[in-house]
T-cell receptor, first 110, second 111 residues
Framework: DAGITQSPRHKVTETGTPVTLRCHQT?????MYWYRQDPGHGLRLIHY???????DKGEVSDGYSVSRSKTEDFLLTLESATSSQTSVYFC?????????FGQGTRLTVV | RKEVEQDPGPFNVPEGATVAFNCTYS??????FFWYRQDCRKEPKLLMS???SGNEDGRFTAQLNRASQYISLLIRDSKLSDSATYLC????????????FGAGTRLAVHP
């Protein structure tokens, strides 16, 4: 399996607080992605990165920002968490074609 | 219209059955196609890539119809262990390797 680590794996936070999720890869893959998964919606792309400091929005980017200062790290920040952002978040990377996923972060906003 | 659409399921089938999943995509310039499998509360994992000529891996067969913008996955001789959600994935063009997932089709194989 590809070396992709997400942290934290579980988090409970209060509405209005900032939250940062981290994705770390050891594969030197160029592309990295953040998805959220909710019942009935499958995986929806939040943001993705095609290189260091090169990022772009996905289909559900409102309320989220990302940063990629190193090839191996891709951070997802919820500027002010809301209950609608309660979800499971997956990070993924690709080399040429196949995508590899981290184990997911279960975030609950109360 | 969603970029990638799948049969929502769930598909409930007995062991040994043959089951087929369908997926359509909206961007005719899409270049790469995949089926992923996701078990409950786990991360998705690649099941197989889908090639223009069609491809087979044991009991699994994937087909691509570019003219109709349609992808299929056929599972023969279903096993209990095939129970999972199957995700259709399309790589959108533009040079940034953006992967778009369908919502998934849930399969439940029963004895």
């Amino acid at each position: 399996d590809a070396g992709i680590t997400q942290s934290p794996r579980h988090k409970v936070t209060e509405t209005g607080t900032p939250v940062t999720l981290r994705c770390h890869q050891t594969e030197n893959h160029r592309y990295m992605y953040w998805y959220r998964q909710d019942p009935g919606h499958g995986l929806r792309l939040i943001h993705y990165s095609y290189g260091v400091k090169d990022t772009d929005k996905g289909e559900v980017s409102d309320g989220y920002s990302v940063s990629r200062s190193k090839t191996e790290d891709f951070l997802l920040t919820l500027e002010s968490a809301t209950s609608s952002q309660t979800s499971v978040y997956f990070c993924a990377t690709t080399g040429d074609t196949e995508a590899f996923f981290g184990q997911g972060t279960r975030l609950t906003v109360v | 219209r969603k970029e990638v659409e799948q049969d929502p399921g769930p598909f409930n089938v007995p062991e040994g059955a043959t089951v087929a999943f369908n997926c359509t995509y909206s961007n005719s310039a899409s270049q790469s196609f995949f089926w992923y499998r996701q078990d409950c509360r786990k991360e998705p994992k690649l099941l197989m890539s889908v090639y223009s000529s069609g491809n087979e891996d044991g009991r699994f067969t994937a087909q691509l119809n570019r003219a109709s913008q349609y992808i299929s996955l056929l599972i023969r001789d279903s096993k209990l262990s095939d129970s999972a959600t199957y995700l259709c994935v399309v790589n959108t063009p533009g040079g940034y390797n953006k992967l778009i997932f369908g919502a998934g089709t849930r399969l439940a194989v029963h004895p």
